[in-house]
């Protein structure tokens, strides 16, 4: 087909424009559905209030006259006649019509009417009256200087001129069963839809296809990996690991230990590895990993265990290092502040293999690392990195096996689509002895409560958070802030209580510092920011106040709730707000992280999901996962079928959207 840039038409100032709207091949243009439909039904004179919204069609009965003003602005005025009476039209900055509008003209005015002086200013005059008693018309995502019009007559020429060289996604045996409309017909009526019933019934055919190339692809990723033996084969002594399971001072649940079972089949298998490990908040994903790392080490490999934050890499290594003291292995940490010298040094061990075990954030993927022979790669608290983060390793050997581990339960649909090529293992028991944590909504006024439910924990020789959402005092907003909350405290408990606080904007060293001294107690109230909302595990910290909780998204708050419940006290989240917002309640009502993110995605809409937007990966440009969950399925089913069905093997759309994949992984 040809370039966007060589269409009609199209110049090159065009074609700016169209990129910046994500339009950069012919194809983009005509698949640049319309958001939404503005239906206009035609109105009389009379049923029209004043100063409503009216459309109506008729004939130009007078010359219109033309005003101009100063800065080329004008204003042209005609009498209408209409099958509900005449009525006076005026309309700004359309000087450019005049000659078209001569009398007995017809046309269809969109505008204001005004009852008193019988005059409709006018937004638009369509040339052409309305045919039907209802008109549909698209409205696309614009862009200044390209109008909704312009759009609409770009991509209608492109219909018209290479409507048929337009892919169709959908092989011909489906087209038939579900008697669909040809792509071309399709996308005529998508973007003209005459009626509500035809533009239904093509939607539902773009989903389908736009889901059935998706899920195509999934399968065939995941059928892929199966089938070529890239991973590593070995075998793990599960023996020496058992031992190592009997150290663990707590009980592992039936859920961990299934999760670990199915971890070590996955390495010593020859297939590389892919499996998602979810398990809400506190579940205990941190020792199924811990565990992997030293299965995989016994087997003479690498491991690398990635997380989102300094914070969270930090704890990690000092946990794995106590975890693993008595054994000869050598673990190190890297992240963006370890010092230059510093990182050369890990760089160096990592390809020579003198270092068994690295643990770090992004600084991880983002430099050019060269591993001696890494065998595992685990990424913690995975929907914080986007799906197209997915580790990006240099291996001198073979393709390590590779762990993702998610506290954000993925509702069934998403997990079909983000992780729909990944095997899952599910923790869904929370380890023994563990209670309900019990959440509470306070007024600002009724601080003095929470003042005292704190210190009946701390008696307890429990320990607080208390999270706000800035750091300091902020002109523009009167948001609680960190400082302010140390001051506030510090009056409050100060004779008794250690205080202190950590924030993102702090240094390394000094953050980690009062990590540890969190977690061992000689502090006793740590005020922060959302820098401790994921993974940071103190058990002894039992309560957590969150002011301005109104602020958060129910993922954030479930995440920070999920700091304290760790043990086997009973454990209190108490969120300070005067606003009523819906997400206050729910959590109130529920601390299942499976509802929770359902009532999320009901709230916010899937786009903005576990940060998925950025990520690109689940960008569809008419099909909704959620709401089209059965053309999903549907779809699902058939693009299987397709794949794996030898006699299509040689279909040219096959082979097509087997290259589209291959080009994107290479
Ligand atoms: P998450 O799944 O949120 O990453 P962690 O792995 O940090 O949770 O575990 C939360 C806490 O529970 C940790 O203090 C951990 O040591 C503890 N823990 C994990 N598994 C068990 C278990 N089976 N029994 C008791 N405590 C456990
Ligand atoms: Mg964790």
């Known amino acids: 087909m040809i370039e966007l840039k060589d269409m009609k038409g ?79 039209v005026s309309i700004f900055n359309r000087a450019f019509l005049k000659n078209q ?109 736009e889901l059935f190339a998706f899920m195509f692809k999934i399968n065939f990723l995941k059928l892929e990996n199966k ?3 890239i991973g590593i084969k070995r075998e793990i002594d599960r023996n020496k690991l058992d031992k190592f399971i009997k150290n663990i001072p707590f009980e592992l649940t039936e859920d961990q230990l299934k999760a670990i079972n199915e971890i070590i089949n996955d390495l010593e298998d020859s297939h590389k590895m892919n499996r998602l490990l979810q398990g809400d908040v506190g579940s205990g994903k941190t020792i199924v990993a811990f565990l992997s790392m030293v299965a995989n080490y016994f087997s003479g490999y ?42 050369e040094k890990i760089y160096k061990g990592l390809e020579d293999g003198t270092i068994d075990m690295v643990i770090g954030t992004h600084a991880l993927i983002q430099e050019e690392l060269n591993y001696n022979n890494l065998g595992l790669v685990i990424t913690d608290e995975q929907h ?8 990006n390793l240099q291996n001198k050997g073979k393709k390590p096996d590779v762990l993702y581990m998610s506290a954000t339960p993925i ?65 523009n907003s009167d948001l609680t802030n960190v400082n302010k909350l140390k001051d506030q405290m510090k009056l409050a408990f100060g004779s008794k209580y250690k205080i202190d606080i950590i924030h993102g904007k702090m240094a390394s060293g000094a953050k980690d510092l009062i990590m540890q ?19 940071v595990d103190v058990p002894n910290a039992t309560t957590i106040v969150i002011f301005d909780a109104d602020r958060f998204g129910l993922s954030t708050l479930h995440q920070l709730r999920g700091r304290v419940g760790r043990g086997t006290s009973a454990s209190k989240c108490i969120l300070i707000s005067d606003s009523d ?45 959620k709401s089209d969950y059965k053309i999903l399925l549907q779809a699902k089913k058939d693009s299987k079928e397709y794949l794996e069905n030898k006699e299509t093997d040689n279909d040219e759309l096959k082979k097509y959207l087997i290259s589209t994949i291959v080009q994107k992984e290479s």
């Open 411 to 475: 509702p069934r649909t998403y997990a079909l689509t983000i992780y729909g090529d990944m095997d899952v293992s599910t923790i869904k028991q929370r380890p023994k002895g563990r209670q309900k944590i019990e959440t509470y909504l306070k007024k600002n006024n009724e601080i003095k409560d929470v003042l005292e439910m704190m210190y009946k924990e701390l008696q307890e020789k429990h320990q607080v958070y208390v999270i706000a959402p800035l750091i300091e005092e902020s002109e």
């Open 227 to 229: 089938k070529k033996n």
């Open 302 to 343: 690498q491991s690398a265990l990635m997380a989102p934050t300094e914070i969270l890499a930090i704890q990690h290594f000092n946990n794995l290092k106590n975890f693993l003291k008595d054994e000869d292995i050598n673990i190190e940490l890297l992240t963006g502040s370890t010092s230059k010298k510093e990182k």
């Open 101 to 209: 509008l001569t009398v007995g003209t017809g046309v269809t005015i969109i505008g204001k009417l005004d009852k008193k002086k019988n005059i409709i200013t006018a937004s638009d005059i369509k040339l052409e009256p309305l045919s039907n008693k209802i008109k549909i018309e698209p409205v696309y995502h614009a862009t200044s200087g390209l109008t909704n019009k312009n759009l609409s007559a770009y991509i209608n020429m492109a219909i018209l001129l290479y409507g048929k060289d337009i892919p169709d996604y959908i092989p011909q045996k489906y087209i038939n069963d579900y008697e669909f409309l040809n792509k071309k017909t399709s996308l005529n009526v998508i973007h003209n839809p005459s009626t509500q019933e035809k533009l239904k019934a093509v939607t539902v055919r773009l989903k389908y296809e």
């Open 517 to 535: 001294e969190f977690a061992s107690n000689n502090i006793q109230i740590l005020i922060s920011t959302t820098v401790i909302e994921v993974g």
């Open 581 to 625: 917002t819906p997400r206050l309640k729910i959590m109130e009502k529920t601390d299942d992280g499976f509802e929770i993110s359902e009532e999320d995605f009901k709230l916010r809409g899937h786009g903005d999901l576990f940060g998925t937007k950025q990520s690109g990966d689940m960008e569809f440009k008419i099909a909704d996962v």
């Open 384 to 391: 914080r990195f986007g799906v197209h983060q997915r580790a």
């Open 10 to 88: 199209i110049g090159p100032k065009t074609l700016t424009l169209l990129n910046k709207i994500n339009i950069y091949t012919i194809e983009d243009l005509v698949t640049h559905y319309p958001f939404r439909y503005e239906i206009l039904e035609r109105n009389t004179l009379q049923e029209i209030e004043d100063g409503g919204k009216i459309v109506i069609d008729g004939k130009v009965e007078s010359i219109p006259i033309l005003m101009r003003f100063k800065a080329g602005l004008n204003k042209m005025n005609f009498r209408l006649v209409t099958p509900s009476g005449v009525v006076g």
